[in-house]
C-alpha cells in the first residue's frame, strides 16, 4: 500500500520533479560517459605506447575530478530534496492526522527517492551509453584520425563507478529525507500552507554601507588577482585575491536586497507603477533569505565559466601549430656542455672556458666528439650503418654557439630604442639581459631550411641575420632588425639585416626558435679557432621510405642510437639512462630524441585531457547551479500561489502576473550570473595577458564557446522555469 502510494505521489508532483529528473539524468549520463574515455581506445590503431598512454593519463585526470563532480552532483540533489520535502509539509500533516505513523510516512518517502534514483539512473545510463558513443566521434576529431572501423563500445568498470557512486549520493539523501521528516511537528505541518514567510527587510543605510565595503573588497581582489598574473597560484597575492572575492560576493549579495528597495522606495515614479512595488518585495525576500545559495551559485558559475574558457584556451596554446612546430621525422639533441653539479651552463658563462671544463669533468665526451670534429650523424651511423641507412635518409646538423664578446643587453637596448621599452618588458626576455648571443653558421642553417623545402638564406658582406619563430619574442626579434645594431663575432664586425626569418630548428612541443642569430660561416670558423665549442646542436632526420609506420621508425632511430650509446652506460661523464629508453642520455653525441611522432600524440593527448576537463567540469557545474535556481525559483512560486490568487481577485490580469513572474524568473537566474560573469572577465583578462596573448593564441574563440555554453544550457533551465512557474501561477487563479 504503501509502495502503491509513493507512486501515486510521484505521478501527482511530476512537475516538481521534472526539473530535478533531468537534472539528475544529465548527471549520471555525463559522469558514466566521461568515465569511459579509456575504453574508446580500442576503435583506434594505436600505433605506439605514447598513444595509449594518452587515454589512460586522461582517464585518471577525469576519474580525479570525478569525486568533485560527484560532491556537485550530490549537494544538488540533496539541496532539492529540501525544497521537494518543504512543499509537502501539509501533506505530511493530513498523513499523521488520519493515523499514519511517522514510521510510515518516512517509508513512503524513502519509496519516492528511491524510486525517483532508480529511474534517473537508469534512465540516465541509456543516455550515458549513447552520448559515450558520440564522445567516440569527438576523440577521433581530437586526435585528427578517421574512425574506419567503429564498434559499440561499453564500459563496464564506468557503469560500477557511476552506480557506486550515485547509489551512495541516493542513500545519503535517504538519510536525509528520514530525518527531515522525523523532526516535523503535528501542528508545524498543518500550518505550513496557512503561514505567511517573513519578509526580511534590513536597514537600507546598513545595506548601503555593507554594498560599498564589497565594493570595495572585489577591487582589492581584482587588483590582487592582476598584479599576480595568476602564474603561480602559491603566489599569496592569489591567495588575497581568492579569499577577498569570496567575502566580497558573499556582502554583495548580502547587502544587494536592502540596497535596492531603498534606493527604489525613494524614486516613487519608478517604484509605484504596476507590480513593481510586488515583484520588488517578491525578489527582496528572495535574496534576503537565500543569499548563502546564491553566493553558491554564483562561485559555481564562476567556476564554471572560467574553467571552460581556460580549459579552451590552454587547449590552442598547446595543440595550435603542432606541424609547424615538428617539421622533422626526429630531433636528436646534444645538450653539449652540463656543469660540475649536473645542471646544465648557461650561457652567462664563459664560453672561451668551457672546453677546458668539459675536459676535466667529461674527457670521453669531449675527445669523442673532436674525433667525429661534432658530427653527431657520423657517430652514430659508424655504430650502426646498416640500421641508419635503412631508417634515415636525410638528415642536417646546426650547431649553437655563445660569442664570447656579445651579451643580450646591448641588442634589447636598441629594441627598445626603436619599439618602446613594451617589447622587452617581460621577465622572460629581461633575463636575457646578462646572456650571451647565441649565433649559428649559415650554411648549417641552410641546410635544415632544405630539409623542410625553405629556401637559401644569403647574407650580404658584413650582415648576420635574426632568426625567430616563438611568438613571445616575435616583437622583440622584428625590434633588433628594424634597429640594426653591430655585433662582433669571432672578430667579424657584423650588423644585422632587416629581415626576421621563420624557420624550426628542432621537433618541440611548440614553436621555439628565439632569438637566434645566423652568422657567415668565417665567423663560426673564427668562434671555433678560439677554443669555443657548441654549446647545444640538433641533428635534424628525415625518415626513409622504407614501408614502415612513424612509430616503427621512431623504434628503430632508439635502437641505432642504442648501439653507440646503451643504457647501461652510467656516470656523469656519460650521461644517464633515458626513462624506459634502449639508449643512454649522453652530453654528446646524444642527449635525447624527440620524434614528430610522440610530439603529435603528446598533442592529441592534450587536447583530448583538457578539452573533456573543461567540458566535463563547466558543464556540470553549469547545470547544477541553473537547477538549483530553477528548484527554489519554482518553490518560490508554489509558496506564492495565494499572493498570485489574490492580486488576481484584485483586478491585475494574466500578462501583468506573467510580466512580474517573468521579471522575478530573469533577475534571480541574471544576479549571481551577472557577477560570476565579472569574477570571469578579471581571471580570463588576466590569463590571456600573461599566457594567451604573449603565445599569440586569442581569447575570443574560448570566451565565444563558453558565452554559447551558458546560453544554451543555462538559458534552457530559465525558460523551462519561467514555464513552469507560469503554470502553477495559472492553476493558483484557476481555483481562486
Known amino acids: 500500500m504503501l509502495l502503491k502510494l509513493a507512486v501515486r505521489n510521484i505521478r501527482r508532483s511530476v512537475r516538481d520533479y521534472s526539473l530535478y529528473f533531468v537534472t539528475l539524468l544529465f548527471g549520471v549520463a555525463v559522469f558514466y560517459a566521461f568515465n569511459s574515455i579509456e575504453s574508446q ?6 600505433e605506439s605506447q605514447a598513444s595509449q598512454t594518452v587515454f589512460e593519463t586522461t582517464q585518471r585526470m577525469l576519474n580525479m575530478f570525478s569525486w568533485l563532480v560527484a560532491g556537485v552532483l550530490g549537494f544538488l540533489i540533496v539541496y532539492a530534496n529540501r525544497f521537494l520535502i518543504k512543499r509537502r509539509k501539509h501533506e505530511f500533516g493530513i498523513y499523521l492526522t488520519l493515523g499514519m505513523g511517522p514510521g510510515a510516512i518516512t517509508r513512503i518517502v524513502l519509496y519516492e527517492t528511491l524510486l525517483v534514483g532508480c529511474a534517473s539512473l537508469a534512465v540516465g545510463m541509456v543516455a550515458g551509453i549513447v552520448l559515450s558513443q558520440g564522445l567516440s566521434f569527438v576523440t577521433a576529431g581530437l586526435f585528427s584520425v578517421t574512425m574506419s572501423n567503429y564498434q559499440f563500445v561499453f564500459s563496464a568498470e564506468a557503469l560500477v563507478t557511476t552506480l557506486g557512486c550515485f547509489a551512495i549520493i541516493y542513500v545519503v539523501v535517504a538519510l536525509f529525507n528520514l530525518v527531515t521528516v522525523q523532526r516535523y511537528q503535528l501542528i508545524d505541518l498543518l500550518r505550513a500552507s496557512a503561514k505567511n514567510e517573513k519578509v526580511a ?50 556582502v554583495l549579495f548580502w547587502a544587494l536586497a536592502g540596497f535596492v528597495i531603498g534606493l527604489l522606495t525613494r524614486a516613487p515614479g519608478a517604484y509605484l507603477r504596476g507590480l513593481v512595488p510586488f515583484t520588488t518585495r517578491q525578489l527582496a525576500s528572495k535574496v534576503n533569505t537565500a543569499f548563502l545559495s546564491l553566493w553558491a551559485v554564483c562561485v559555481m558559475l564562476f567556476f564554471s565559466i572560467t574553467v571552460f574558457s581556460t580549459g579552451m584556451g590552454l587547449v590552442e596554446v598547446f595543440t595550435t601549430g603542432m606541424e609547424k612546430a615538428n617539421p622533422y621525422s626526429a630531433t636528436l639533441q646534444a645538450a ?21 671544463e668539459m675536459a676535466a669533468e667529461a674527457p670521453e665526451r669531449l675527445a669523442q666528439a673532436e674525433a667525429y670534429d661534432w658530427d653527431m650523424a657520423a657517430a652514430l651511423r659508424d655504430a650502426a650503418p646498416e640500421l641508419w641507412d635503412a631508417t634515415v635518409a636525410q638528415s642536417a646538423q646546426i650547431n649553437g654557439y655563445s660569442a664570447p664578446d656579445e651579451l643580450f643587453g646591448p641588442l634589447l637596448d636598441a629594441a627598445s630604442a626603436v619599439a618602446g621599452d613594451a617589447v622587452v618588458a617581460n621577465a622572460e626576455l629581461a633575463s636575457l639581459r646578462d646572456q650571451h648571443v647565441a649565433v649559428f653558421a649559415l650554411s648549417e642553417f641552410n641546410a635544415v631550411r632544405a630539409l623542410v623545402g625553405q629556401p637559401a638564406v644569403e647574407l650580404a658582406p658584413g650582415e648576420c641575420a635574426m632568426v625567430n619563430n616563438l611568438e613571445l619574442s616575435q616583437a622583440t626579434a622584428e625590434a633588433i632588425a628594424k634597429a640594426q645594431p653591430a655585433l662582433t663575432v669571432g672578430g667579424y664586425e657584423l650588423a644585422y639585416g632587416p629581415k626576421v626569418y621563420d624557420t624550426q630548428l628542432e621537433d618541440n612541443a611548440m614553436t621555439s626558435t628565439a632569438l637566434y642569430t645566423v652568422v657567415p660561416d668565417e665567423a663560426v670558423d673564427a668562434l671555433r679557432a678560439q677554443g669555443v665549442i657548441p654549446e647545444i646542436q640538433f641533428l635534424d632526420v628525415m625518415y626513409a621510405d622504407n ?26 661523464d ?55 535556481l530553477a528548484i527554489q525559483q519554482l518553490s518560490e512560486a508554489a509558496d506564492s500561489q495565494p499572493r498570485y490568487r489574490a492580486l488576481s481577485r484584485l483586478g491585475c490580469d494574466a500578462p501583468m502576473l506573467n510580466r512580474s513572474l517573468f ?35 586569442p581569447v575570443q574563440g574560448p570566451i565565444l564557446m ?10 534552457s533551465y530559465f525558460a523551462l522555469t519561467y514555464a513552469a512557474s507560469r503554470g502553477i501561477v495559472r492553476q493558483a487563479v484557476r481555483q481562486g
Open 41 to 46: 581506445s580500442i576503435l583506434f590503431d594505436i
Open 201 to 250: 527587510v534590513r536597514n537600507p543605510w546598513v545595506c548601503l554601507a555593507a554594498f560599498v565595503v564589497a565594493v570595495a573588497l572585489l577591487a582589492v581582489a581584482y587588483q590582487q588577482l592582476i598584479e599576480s598574473g595568476l602564474v603561480m597560484l602559491d603566489d599569496p597575492r592569489f591567495l588575497r585575491a581568492t579569499v577577498l572575492m569570496l567575502v566580497g560576493t558573499l
Open 336 to 356: 653539449v656542455w652540463y656543469g660540475p653539479d649536473g645542471s646544465r651552463a648557461t650561457s652567462s658563462g664563459d664560453p672561451l672556458e668551457r672546453r677546458a
Open 547 to 572: 614501408g614502415k609506420t612513424a612509430a616503427q621508425n621512431d623504434e628503430a632511430l632508439a635502437q641505432a642510437v642504442a648501439a653507440l650509446q646503451p643504457a647501461a652506460m652510467g656516470g656523469f
Open 574 to 628: 656519460k650521461g644517464t639512462a633515458g626513462a624506459g629508453e634502449p639508449y643512454a642520455s649522453l652530453l654528446w653525441p646524444v642527449s635525447r630524441i624527440i620524434t614528430a611522432d610522440a610530439m603529435m600524440a603528446q598533442s592529441a593527448g592534450l587536447r583530448l585531457m583538457i578539452t573533456y576537463l573543461a567540458v566535463y567540469i563547466g558543464f556540470v557545474l553549469l547545470i547544477s547551479t541553473a537547477a538549483v
Open 663 to 697: 521579471v522575478q524568473t530573469l533577475v534571480y537566474f541574471l544576479l549571481p550570473l551577472v557577477v560570476a560573469v565579472c569574477h570571469s572577465a578579471c581571471a580570463i583578462g588576466v590569463m590571456a595577458d600573461s599566457l594567451f596573448e604573449m603565445l599569440g593564441v
Open 706 to 715: 563558453a558565452a554559447v555554453l551558458v546560453l544554451v544550457v543555462y538559458g
